[in-house]
Nanobody, 128 residues
Framework: VQLQASGGGLVQAGGSLSISCRVS????????IAWFRQAPGKEREFVAA????????YYGDSVTGRFTIARDNAKNTVHLQMSGLRPEDTAVYYC??????????????????????WGQGTEVTVSS
């Protein structure tokens, strides 16, 4: 499984940005996909996750209402639309994939240690 994140960049506070994750795997629909982020000196933080069908979406508390995750199973791609960006959103954003049902209980999708497959990250910088 290979994940390729793209779309990061510099944006002003209050602005919007969309990042994407292309997953190279034959059975993309078998994978729950998530976004995490990591700022310098901080732990990796859960941002959002989407279930295999795309019907269930989960968000971290700090991004709820501002970020939207969506997947296109025909294109093996997951998008993260970010709006109302704040300087504290500045981080490297990583996509991750795990062959597991997001409904499996225990909110496992929020735990970075569960994911076996990671992309290289894309940097998002929000200026004040």
């Amino acid at each position: 499984v290979q994940l390729q994140a793209s779309g990061g960049g510099l944006v002003q506070a209050g602005g919007s940005l969309s990042i994407s994750c292309r997953v190279s795997v034959r059975t993309f629909i078998d994978y729950t996909i998530a976004w995490f982020r990591q700022a310098p000196g901080k732990e990796r933080e859960f941002v959002a996750a989407v279930s295999r069908s795309g019907g269930l979406k989960y968000y971290g508390d700090s991004v709820t209402g501002r970020f939207t995750i969506a997947r296109d199973n025909a294109k093996n791609t997951v998008h993260l639309q970010m709006s109302g960006l704040r300087p504290e959103d500045t981080a490297v954003y990583y996509c991750a994939a795990q062959m597991r049902d997001a409904r499996g209980g225990g909110n496992w999708y929020r735990q970075p240690g569960v994911y076996e497959n990671w992309g290289q990250g894309t940097e998002v910088t929000v200026s004040s």
